[in-house]
């Protein structure tokens, strides 16, 4: 695997960590620290970009609204398991074989077909959610809206640590 697809795998565990990391340091109970305000506004900020961050749709923690949704937040959820789980497996898989036999970084998704498979069945947790919601105008709880999230989060990871190979099965 490149390193930029290394990079992402390693990012989503760190992603998935700071989101609570934030949520604790900007925290009425926290312990005052510029490098940790500096830290929470920081990852508040990155996920005002990339969430809508309703409080009624959000996870409270310590007190406090975390940075993302629900959604997204099982979404990273799911990213950083399946990324945790691609990093112990190259160690695993680099204890024993060579270097130069194993595809250390990555998940098995055998063909492009499969992954495509892969991509839609995980979609639909969340798609199942949000018909619910359009068609009754009820919410589903937070827990279950994460939930959903998870599977996606899951294989977005899991596609990206695989795609060297995928291309490679599929020339």
Request: proline share 7%; aromatic share 6%.
């Given at each position: 695997?490149?390193?930029?697809?290394?990079?992402?795998?390693?990012a989503?565990?760190?992603?998935?960590?700071?989101?609570?990391?934030?949520?604790?340091?900007?925290?009425?109970?926290?312990?005052?620290?510029?490098?940790?305000?500096?830290?929470?506004?920081?990852?508040?900020?990155?996920?005002?970009?990339?969430c809508?961050?309703?409080?009624?749709?959000?996870?409270?923690?310590?007190?406090?609204?975390?940075?993302?949704?629900?959604?997204?937040a099982?979404?990273?959820?799911?990213?950083?398991v399946?990324?945790?789980?691609?990093?112990?497996?190259?160690?695993?898989?680099?204890?024993?074989?060579?270097?130069?036999?194993?595809?250390?970084?990555?998940?098995?998704?055998?063909?492009?077909?499969?992954?495509?498979?892969?991509?839609?069945?995980?979609?639909?947790?969340?798609?199942?959610?949000?018909?619910?919601?359009?068609?009754?105008?009820?919410?589903?709880?937070?827990?279950?809206?994460?939930?959903?999230?998870?599977?996606l989060?899951?294989?977005?990871?899991?596609?990206?640590?695989?795609?060297?190979?995928?291309?490679?099965?599929?020339?």
């Open positions: 695997m490149n390193t930029l697809r290394r990079a992402c795998v390693v989503s565990i760190v992603w998935g960590l700071a989101l609570p990391l934030a949520t604790g340091l900007a925290s009425p109970r926290a312990p005052e620290s510029s490098a940790g305000y500096a830290f929470a506004l920081a990852i508040y900020a990155a996920g005002s970009l990339i809508h961050q309703r409080a009624e749709r959000s996870f409270h923690l310590f007190g406090v609204q975390m940075p993302v949704c629900a959604r997204c099982g979404l990273y959820v799911g990213a950083a399946a990324a945790a789980i691609v990093i112990a497996r190259a160690i695993h898989t680099l204890a024993r074989r060579p270097p130069e036999v194993s595809s250390r970084w990555s998940i098995p998704v055998p063909t492009l077909w499969t992954a495509r498979t892969v991509v839609v069945a995980s979609c639909l947790p969340t798609i199942a959610t949000l018909l619910y919601e359009w068609i009754t105008g009820q919410m589903p709880a937070n827990t279950i809206r994460a939930l959903a999230g998870v599977p989060g899951a294989a977005a990871v899991g596609i990206v640590a695989s795609a060297d190979r995928v291309g490679r099965e599929n020339k």
